[in-house]
């Protein structure tokens, strides 16, 4: 059964800081692996997808890798503001599964305070 | 504006009474899922949509059924509703299924089953 473990669990930064948070996964060979925002109260939404075997990405403050032989993804937040506050979640997109399933982790909860 | 739309936003039912969610997406998206999401678990699949009448089991399906009648629409049901069905519960959409595209969540909606 594929697993998504991310950690730290939560992390408090201060403001102008930078944070990195991890996720691991095991099985499912052939994936991608998309990072989610979810604020508090709200739905997630997408910031990056990794695709390649060795993938960078990056969207303004928000960079992240991907290395499938490890199987192993960072997301980098650079220059934290206060409304980086919220959960950052790492899911895989399994490319095999004829569902079209997604396995979430379980999210790292990133507070930023002045 | 893309957009996924959740009611009620708030739910507090008492344990057997039925409930009643609804989801709508203004893409046109052919598939939409029906997800849970608890403290420390990662978002966890109860069914998903391919298209109208065109449904199938998740990986937690007990206890819930849904229904796609029109393609914008997509209802997850809960005949006598138990404590343990006290989550948060995320629509989502997507255009085809999702190892092919990114994901469209709604805001979600709060259901405590007393």
């Keep these: 059964k594929t697993q998504v473990e991310q950690s730290p669990q939560s992390l408090v930064v201060r403001q102008g800081e930078n944070c990195v948070l991890q996720c691991n996964y095991s099985v499912t060979p052939d994936n991608h692996l998309r990072w989610f ?3 508090t109260g709200k739905g997630l939404v997408s910031l990056t997808v990794l695709v390649d075997q060795k993938d960078k990405t990056s969207n303004g403050r928000y960079s992240a890798t991907l290395d499938k032989d490890a199987k192993h993804s960072t997301l980098h937040i650079t220059a934290t503001l206060l409304d980086d506050t919220a959960t950052y979640i790492c899911v895989l997109i399994d490319r095999g599964s004829a569902l079209g399933r997604l396995h979430f982790g379980a999210g790292t909860q990133l507070i ?3 | ?19 009643l969610l609804e989801c709508g997406q203004d893409m046109s998206h052919e598939t ?6 608890d403290p420390g678990l990662g978002l966890q699949l109860i069914y998903i949509s391919y298209d109208v009448d065109s449904n199938s089991e998740g990986d937690i399906p007990k ?3 849904v229904s796609r ?7 997850l049901i809960l005949d006598s509703a138990k404590t343990n069905q006290t989550s948060v519960y995320f629509c989502a959409s997507s255009l085809y299924r999702v190892n092919q595209d990114t994901q469209y969540f709604g ?8």
């Design chain 1, 37 to 39: 925002k979810q604020d």
């Design chain 2, 107 to 114: 805001p979600g909606t709060r259901l405590l089953v007393l």
């Design chain 2, 1 to 19: 504006d893309m957009k996924v739309t959740q009611m009620p936003r708030y739910l507090i039912k008492r344990m057997g009474e039925n409930v």
């Design chain 1, 112 to 114: 930023v305070i002045p």
């Design chain 2, 69 to 75: 009648k029109k393609r914008e629409h997509f209802s």
């Design chain 2, 32 to 37: 939409m899922y029906w997800y849970r999401q």
């Design chain 2, 63 to 65: 206890g819930y059924r």
